[in-house]
C-alpha cells in the first residue's frame, strides 16, 4: 500500500509530536499498530526542522519507523496490512466490520497510526471501526488521509465533513481531538488550518451544503492533506458507526436544526463567495480564495 508519501512523513511527525502524542521519557511502555508498513519519508530539512522545534536528537530522524517508535515508548510494535508482502505481522481485511475472529486484539492498542491506508479500502468507515476495536479505551487513533488533488490516487479523497459527522454523531463514547489541513510538500510547511474551528466548520446557509472555508481548498494547486486525533472514550456501537453514521449537515436539516456556527459577516461573504463560485475559473476568484485561506491559517 502507498499513499502519498505514506509513512512517518513531516506532517504526519509533526502533528504526532505538536499534538505531544509522541512525548520524550515516557512514563510507562506503550503498544502501537501501523495500518501498513510505515516508512521515514524525511527530507534532510525537514530533518533539521523537527529536531530543532522540538528539541530532539538530530540522528533519531534518520532512524528507522520502529526505533522512532521506541524513542517515544512504544516497545510492542505490531504492522497491520491486508497481506504479507511486506512483512506485516497482522494480516487483515479491512473491509470486514469487527468479529469475534478479532477478539484477541480488542482494546490492545494505545495508539494506532492510519498513515494513508483507508483512501486505499472500499469500506473506508468499517476500516475505521475496526480500528476503534483495537484501540484501548482512551487510546489514540491518528489519521493521514488525502483531501485534495489526490485524484486517483486512492479509491476515495475525504470530505472535512467525514471527520465532523463521525464526531458529531458519536460525540459521548469518541471525540475529535484536532483536525488540521495540511499542504503536503516537499518543504516544511510551518502552518495548518484549524478543522475544528467555527471558521472552517461554518457554511453559508442557502449557498451550498458544506463548509465555506474547506470549499476554497478547490481554488489552490496545493495537495491538502487532513490529519485527525480522535480519542476512543468508550466502547463504541459498531453496528451504529458503521450503517447509521449520516453527514452531519443532512443529520441536522431532518432534525430542523439551525447549526449554531454561521460564517461571520455573512451578508458581504456570501456575496463574495457568490462570485467566487460563479467565476471559478478566474486568476481574481483563485486569487481571493487564497487570501481568506492564508488570512486564517494557524501556527503550532
Known amino acids: 500500500m502507498i499513499i502519498c ?14 499534538q505531544q502524542v509522541f ?99 472500499y469500506n473506508p468507515l468499517i476500516a475505521f471501526a475496526n480500528y476503534l476495536n483495537y484501540l484501548k479505551i482512551n487510546g489514540t487513533l491518528i489519521q493521514f488521509l488525502p483531501i485534495n488533488n489526490y485524484i486517483d490516487h486512492g479509491i476515495y479523497q475525504f470530505s ?14 469518541l471525540k475529535l481531538q484536532a483536525l488540521q489541513f495540511r499542504s503536503h510538500g516537499a518543504r516544511a510547511n510551518r502552518y ?33 492533506v487532513g490529519l485527525a486525533n480522535w480519542t476512543k472514550k468508550n466502547q463504541i456501537d459498531y453496528y451504529n458507526l458503521i450503517f447509521q453514521t449520516n453527514q452531519e449537515i443532512y443529520r441536522n436539516q431532518w432534525a430542523n436544526y439551525s447549526p449554531q456556527h454561521q460564517f461571520k459577516h455573512r451578508k458581504i461573504n456570501y456575496r463574495i463567495f457568490c462570485m467566487l463560485f460563479k467565476y471559478e475559473r478566474s486568476i481574481i476568484s483563485r486569487f481571493i480564495a487564497k487570501l481568506v485561506l492564508l488570512k486564517n491559517r494557524s501556527y503550532d
Do not use: C
Open 5 to 18: 508519501n505514506m509513512g512517518l512523513n513531516f506532517n504526519l511527525l509533526d502533528f504526532l509530536l505538536s
Open 23 to 121: 512525548k520524550q521519557n515516557p512514563e510507562h511502555p506503550k503498544k502501537i499498530l501501523e495500518i501498513g508498513v510505515l516508512k521515514n519519508s524525511l527530507s534532510l530539512k525537514q530533518k533539521h526542522y523537527l529536531a530543532k522545534k522540538y528539541t530532539i536528537p538530530l540522528n533519531l530522524f534518520s532512524a528507522n519507523s520502529h526505533e522512532i517508535y521506541n524513542f517515544f515508548g512504544y516497545s510492542e510494535i505490531t504492522s497491520l496490512d491486508n497481506d504479507a508482502f511486506e512483512k506485516a505481522g497482522f494480516i487483515k481485511n479491512l473491509n470486514i466490520p469487527p468479529s469475534g475472529e478479532d477478539d484477541r486484539f480488542k482494546d490492545t492498542y494505545d495508539l494506532i497510526l492510519d498513515g494513508g491506508t483507508s483512501e486505499h479500502v
Open 160 to 173: 472535512p465533513t467525514f471527520f465532523w459527522s463521525i464526531d458529531s454523531q458519536h460525540f459521548t463514547n
Open 192 to 224: 495548518h488550518y484549524d478543522g475544528n474551528s467555527d471558521f472552517f466548520r461554518s457554511h453559508i446557509e442557502g449557498l451550498w451544503n458544506g463548509s465555506t472555508a474547506a470549499n476554497l481548498f478547490r481554488f489552490t494547486t496545493s495537495d491538502i
